[in-house]
């Protein structure tokens, strides 16, 4: 098993900016690759960005190209989220997701998934 935590969210005005972190725990020599999705109210959860446990290969959303940036730090099996520029429509509960096999935009890939950490952008 795997526990992630994530961190760092909060009220931001627009075109400000956020770092997001995520703390794995546990079985954490299973990961594969690490992502995360969001999910605003009433909107179904959407993918953000994913990085694979060695670095080498990341995919980002859309959406997001050009203001987030994802990194990693194994050593403390932690992921990063840098948000910048950010928008209103950014609004949501950001989850960090775990994958054993992959990574992926679709959230049926990942294994393990931490509570969320709202970020909210005011305009």
């Known amino acids: 098993q795997v526990q992630l935590v994530e961190s760092g969210g909060g009220l931001v005005q627009a075109g400000g900016s956020l770092r997001l972190s995520c703390a794995a725990s546990?079985?954490?020599?299973?990961?594969?690759?690490m992502g995360w999705f969001r999910q605003a109210p009433g909107k179904e959860r959407e993918f953000v960005v994913s990085i694979t446990w060695s670095g080498g290969n990341t995919i980002y959303g859309d959406s997001v190209k050009g203001r987030f940036t994802i990194s990693r730090d194994n050593a403390k099996n932690t992921v990063y989220l840098e948000m910048i520029s950010l928008k209103p429509e950014d609004t949501a509960v950001y989850y960090c997701a775990a994958s054993r096999r992959g990574i992926s935009r679709s959230p049926q890939v990942y294994d393990y998934w931490g509570q969320g950490t709202q970020v909210t952008v005011s305009s």
């Open positions: 546990g079985s954490t020599f299973s990961i594969f690759g």
